[in-house]
């Protein structure tokens, strides 16, 4: 069943595959990011609120929404500030909740949705402490997707999460010396660089028909190197 698609940074390297994939498959897509088709800032409410009230306003509903955008900000315990600590939890984990407010009525009164939530594989096998704040938001949106799973696929809603792991992207490869993924390949069951397309495919099957029994799971695509 293909309809209107929303996906949060859909600018980047993953979230641009992800609307690639459902485009593809035959959604209509909008793309939520500062550069998107519905700009926003996913670190502020109201910012979020006024997107999810536009994309409603010009498509009518929302049948799918990926929840693939991300802050990296990294920072170790003592270094920790607050400041740092809730500017990734808005990003990752709040604005995740406050568009899933806005879809999720259009969605069980049609009695279909599907929600996908990109994680990490690093909640389960943290590289380093200074992603201490990313780890914790991604975990924090595997809870998040377990409790609207149960509470929400009466309503013919499932919400599930992909958990990718190093993904050779543009930022990836900046951030990340060459010796790191030669050193992620040699821990992974499938031994080569995971690409964007990886993600995509996943999160194209959650959304899919064919996964309409699925709801509550988080799906690794990282080459098996976490294995659940």
């Known amino acids: 069943m293909t309809g209107v698609a929303a996906v949060t940074g859909g600018a980047g390297a993953i979230g641009g595959a992800i609307a690639a994939g459902l485009r593809e498959a035959g959604h209509e897509v909008a793309i939520l990011d500062r550069s998107g088709d519905l700009p926003v800032d996913l670190a502020e409410p109201d910012g979020i609120r006024a997107a999810a009230a536009a994309l409603l306003a010009r498509h009518g509903r929302c049948d799918v929404l990926v929840h693939a955008a991300a802050a990296f900000d ?20 709040e604005s ?5 407010q806005a879809v999720v009525p259009g969605m069980a009164e049609r009695g279909f949705g599907r ?3 990109v994680v990490s594989d690093t909640v389960w096998d943290p590289p380093a402490g200074d992603l201490l704040a990313y780890v914790a938001s991604k975990a924090a949106l595997i809870g998040i997707a377990r409790t609207l799973a149960r509470s929400l696929g009466h309503a013919g809603i499932t919400v599930n999460c992909v958990a990718p792991g190093l993904t050779r992207t543009p930022a990836a490869v900046a951030d990340t010396p060459p010796e790191a993924f ?6 992974q069951a499938i031994g080569r660089d995971l690409v964007p397309q990886d993600v995509a495919a996943a999160v194209a099957f959650l959304v899919s028909a064919e996964a309409g029994a699925i709801t509550g799971q988080t799906l690794c695509a990282d ?5 659940r």
Do not use: C, K, M, S
């Open 74 to 93: 990294r920072a170790p315990l003592l270094d920790l500030e607050p400041h740092v600590w809730r500017r990734v939890q808005a990003v990752n984990v």
């Open 96 to 100: 995740a909740l406050w568009l899933a």
């Open 115 to 117: 929600i996908v939530f």
């Open 182 to 187: 030669a050193a992620v390949r040699e821990r």
């Open 223 to 227: 080459g098996g190197l976490v294995l």
